[in-house]
């Protein structure tokens, strides 16, 4: 029987990880040469050597429940060195006449344009005076995506929309990495009663490594829609974070779009936190290649009355792996929760795999919660349907998974987004047949 | 234009037979109805002549216009003109039944070697058929078949037909579902249909789509075979004495 001071050396033997990967080293040794560099009073720079600690505690392998599809210690083998001057520029905006912010390899190039109603601040002047410090404090043991991002951010932009303000305009945030490193921020707060649709680009060329994270405050009564397009190259890491907060009667729907990368993980954690509020989450992921995906979502019920739903839709082509994890928990006080939940995904590939994990965990005794998942082929009965008109196999099996994302990508009620998504996804389908 | 011989299918997932030893022929020109009792094989047919992968053709040929069809595809078959105006219908979501339209038109346009139709064109074919079915433009913004009624549905069939012009015709079990208003419409646009290098099959349970298509041969279908062929006056008398006393005489 070893003593009890070995047990406990034991223990930490598992938590400290005795030999770094290149990845962690490399991240590591990069924070060391770039601390001179980074934006941040006294607070700040505590807050970025607290996420660091993180980083040499080892990166999550699959042990870590959260990362249990995702074993990012393995997956992130390696990052590339940061290169301020790589290849990467603005893009044309999905929705023409957006009000475009450019953040090309982590750093905010161009003088935001002004949008009545919405105040646009630079992520370093508020890190230079600390008063983003408390923003990067980190909570739980596992978000690794907070701790990478909290070392190294440089950037962003901080967005205010006014109390009660319409915002016709898109307000589009670009975040394009060239070979290097990128790590930003987005802190946006909605006033009360105003509406405004905020598009977040993730894009950029081979090699990449970024993460970005944002959050979003939806104020009483206010509309968000928020849609996340991520379109990195076929050999890119990528890691998200989207935090919400929403009040008294807000509406949120974020709606989601991966198209690219080699290693993605987008993560959604949303508090519905007022009464009435509502969530809606829609999402596609179109993996293909060697494309690892990962998108977890964390959604906690506070306020009495809320209403939640999430629609996640995958088509899984090559050797891609897809995840969803949906974890919904509604508190005791969130009585008259609606909570629905469904991931469906397509595969079609022998070689191809989708993983999920719906996860409910509710205190309160008066709710309607339920999820559904479902992996399946393409229905015969819907292709005999259409080749019986003349639409040959190939087009009739294109023409289906198109309509089994086109049907989320719909509910969206802009007309032009719906169009630019739907084109994204006609892209995707010439490129990958 | 149609011509079966001698044809055996059987359900390919646990190789029941369903067609045993079939025969017949339609001519250009011809509307034929094929009646049977449930279970004789009437649908069986239909989706054999459509090209449906769950049936197995063990014997047999199908002809149609000189040519066996049993190696095509059901795309290719389309494409040939033949054109199976389904009794369920299917529902597809998230598929704009005027874009479904427009694929399936210029598919069969493609596989022909003709152009594909300029937008104005198609519209104007979409509206001059819809108008003649009663149907509402409007219905064809919305996902295919979603959400419509068994009458639209059906309507809906007939619309893709006029739309396709195809040169056999099988309507299954078309009737089924219908009131007699909606019927009216569909028969008319069947009607509407008839010409004399086109044939088409009404595969039928009952008598009273013959009152509104008057058939020129009718075959009974019994136990995978046609066991006995007349003209619209078998119809009739199958109204009156029911299947057993025709299927009892060919037993």
Known sequence: ?433 | MLEIRNLHARIAEDGTEIIRGLNLTVKAGEVAAIMGPNGSGKSTLSYILAGREDYEVTEGEILYNGESILEMDPAERAAKGIFLAFQYPMEIPGVATMEFLKVAMNSQRKARGEEPLKVPDFLKRVREATGSLQMNMDMLKRPLNVGFSGGEKKRAEILQMKLLEPRLCVLDETDSGLDIDALKVVADGVNALRAPDRAIVIITHYQRLLDYIVPDTVHVLYRGQVVKTGDKGLALELEKNGYAGVVGEAA
Request: include cysteine; charge should be negative.
């Open chain 1, 1 to 433: 029987m070893p003593g009890s001071s070995e047990r406990l050396r034991n223990a930490m033997n598992i938590q400290a990880n005795p030999t770094l990967t290149a990845a962690e080293t490399a991240l590591i040794d990069a924070f060391a040469a770039r601390l001179s560099e980074l934006p941040g009073d006294a607070a700040v720079m505590l807050r970025r050597d607290e996420a660091v600690e993180r980083i040499k505690a080892g990166l999550p392998n699959r042990r870590v429940e959260a990362w249990h599809y995702t074993d990012l210690r393995r997956l992130l083998a390696t990052v590339p060195p940061f290169d301020p001057a790589g290849d990467a520029r603005p893009l044309s905006p999905l929705v023409e006449g957006s009000a475009v912010l450019p953040l090309l390899n982590g750093t905010a190039t161009a003088a935001p344009v002004t949008v009545e109603g919405v105040a646009v601040e630079a992520l370093p002047d508020l890190l230079a005076d600390g008063r983003y410090a408390p923003a990067l404090a980190l909570a739980e043991r596992d978000d690794a995506v907070g701790a990478i991002n909290a070392a190294f951010v440089a950037d962003g932009r901080a967005v205010e929309v006014a109390e009660g303000a319409e915002i016709a305009r898109p307000i589009e945030v670009q975040n394009v990495v060239g070979a290097g490193q990128s790590h930003v921020r987005l802190p946006v707060r909605v006033g009360a009663n105003a509406r405004v649709t905020l598009v977040e680009r993730q894009a950029g060329a081979a090699g990449g490594f970024a993460t970005s994270v944002s959050s979003l405050t939806v104020g009483e009564g206010a509309e968000v829609l928020w849609v996340i397009v991520q379109e990195r190259a076929a050999d890119a890491a990528y890691l998200g974070q989207f935090n919400a907060t929403i009040a008294k009667g807000g509406r949120l729907t974020l709606f989601f779009m991966n198209i690219g990368g080699k290693l993605v993980r987008q993560e959604v954690k949303v508090t519905a936190e007022g009464e009435a509020c509502e969530f809606r989450l829609r999402g596609v992921n179109l993996l293909a290649g060697e494309t690892h995906c990962d998108v977890t979502m964390v959604l906690d019920h506070l306020g009495y009355g809320a209403t939640s739903t999430e629609v996640v839709r995958n088509i899984v082509l090559d050797r891609a792996h897809g995840v969803f994890q949906g974890q919904i928990r509604v508190a005791r006080e969130a009585q008259k929760t609606d909570a629905k939940m469904a991931c469906n995904t397509l595969l079609l590939s022998d070689e191809g795999e989708f993983s999920t994990k719906p996860e409910l965990e509710i205190f309160a005794d008066d709710v309607a919660c339920g999820h559904g998942a479902t992996v399946a082929e393409i229905d015969a009965d819907h292709l005999f349907y259409l080749m019986a008109r003349g639409i040959p196999e190939k087009e009739a099996r294109g023409l289906l998974v198109k309509a089994f994302l086109a049907e989320v990508i719909e509910e969206l009620d802009d007309e032009a987004l719906v169009t630019a998504l739907e084109e994204r996804l006609n892209d995707w389908f010439a490129e990958h047949g």
